[in-house]
C-alpha cells in the first residue's frame, strides 16, 4: 500500500478510474404528523360507511409518490420539491351485529420542500432523451437537479368518521391520477357521500437533491463477488436439529415477571430487567 498513487489525476490508468454518479448537493428529513387525512372509499366501501354503526383504520400503505422539482426565481441555487404521497388504506366497520367488514380507499397527502440544488448552467441530454413526450425530459428541465424521496409506510395514529354536514367547507378536492385510480377494483367516491373516513398518519421521510458529476477517484482492485450462488431458494440444506441446538435456551422468558416488568432473582428478590 505504501506504493499506492496519492495523486490519482496523475495515476496510471491502471491506479485510476474516472466514473459518473450523483453527487448530492442537499437533503432534509422530516417527521410529518397527517392530521385528519380523507379517504376516498371505493363504490362498495362506501355504501357499507354510509350504514356502519363504527368504523377504525386498520393500516396504510405508500402505493406512489409523484415529485416535481421547480428553481426558485429570486435564487436559481434553490429549488422547490413538491411531493404527493398517495396511501392505499383499509379500515373494519361494524355494521350491524355482523362480523366487521373490510373497508378500503385512498388518502392523498402533499408537502414542500426547498433544498439547494447548485445552479448548472448546460443542458444535459442522453441517448434516452425523448422529446416532447409525457415522460422524457425537455430542454426546459434538461438542468434541474434530480430529486429523491425515502419514504416509510405511514403509521396509523387514529381514525374518525364524520357526516359530510360536519366537513370543513371548502375542501380542496385531491388531483387523482388515472394511474393511482386503476389500482383500485372499483371507482373512488369523490362527492355525494353521506358519511367520510378520515385518518391521521405519522410518515418518516428523507428528500435529496442530487446532479450528476464526474470524478476520478482511486482503483484498490476490481469487486469481485465472494458469496456463492446456490440454486436452493431456502438457502443451504442444513439440519433442522443441529440449528436448533445452537439456539440458546431463552432463561428469561421463563422467569415470572411482577406486575411492572420485575421479576425475581435466584434469591426471591424482586429485580427490574
Given at each position: 500500500?505504501?506504493?499506492?498513487?496519492?495523486?490519482?489525476?496523475?495515476?496510471?490508468r491502471s491506479d485510476a478510474l474516472s466514473i459518473h454518479t450523483r453527487k448530492i448537493t442537499d437533503s432534509c428529513r422530516d417527521k410529518d404528523c397527517i392530521e385528519d387525512l380523507r379517504v376516498y372509499l371505493t363504490t362498495g366501501s362506501q355504501t357499507l360507511l354510509d350504514s356502519a354503526a363504527t368504523a377504525k383504520v386498520r393500516s396504510a400503505e405508500l402505493l406512489y409518490t409523484y415529485i416535481d422539482v421547480e428553481p426558485i426565481a429570486f435564487d436559481r441555487n434553490h429549488y422547490c420539491i413538491d411531493v404527493t404521497f398517495y396511501y392505499r388504506v383499509l379500515a373494519d366497520a361494524v355494521v350491524g351485529c355482523a362480523r366487521p367488514a373490510t373497508l378500503y380507499g385512498l388518502a392523498v397527502f402533499s408537502k414542500r420542500a426547498v433544498l439547494c440544488g447548485e445552479e448548472s448552467k448546460t443542458h444535459i441530454f442522453t441517448s434516452d432523451t425523448r422529446?416532447?413526450?409525457s415522460d422524457g425530459q425537455t430542454r426546459y428541465a434538461a438542468n434541474l437537479p434530480t430529486a429523491v424521496v425515502e419514504v416509510l409506510d405511514p403509521m396509523v395514529l387514529s381514525s374518525k368518521v364524520k357526516d359530510v354536514c360536519e366537513c370543513t367547507c371548502g375542501e380542496s378536492m385531491a388531483q387523482i391520477p388515472g394511474y393511482i385510480c386503476s389500482l383500485f377494483d372499483e371507482e373512488l367516491v369523490l362527492s355525494g357521500d353521506r358519511r367520510r373516513l378520515f385518518v391521521t398518519l405519522g410518515q418518516f421521510s428523507i428528500i435529496r437533491l442530487e446532479r450528476d458529476a464526474q470524478l476520478v477517484v482511486p482503483v484498490l482492485d476490481y469487486s469481485i463477488p465472494t458469496k456463492e450462488c446456490?440454486?436452493?431458494p431456502g438457502g443451504s440444506v442444513e439440519d433442522p436439529c443441529e440449528?436448533?441446538?445452537?439456539?440458546?435456551?431463552?432463561?428469561?422468558?421463563?422467569?415470572?415477571?411482577?406486575?411492572?416488568?420485575?421479576?425475581?432473582?435466584?434469591?426471591?428478590?424482586?429485580?427490574?430487567?
Open positions: 500500500m505504501a506504493d499506492h498513487c496519492q495523486d490519482a489525476v496523475h495515476c496510471d422529446l416532447n413526450a446456490c440454486d436452493n440449528m436448533f441446538s445452537r439456539i440458546p435456551f431463552p432463561e428469561k422468558q421463563f422467569a415470572p415477571r411482577g406486575c411492572d416488568g420485575e421479576q425475581t432473582d435466584s434469591c426471591g428478590c424482586y429485580k427490574t430487567t
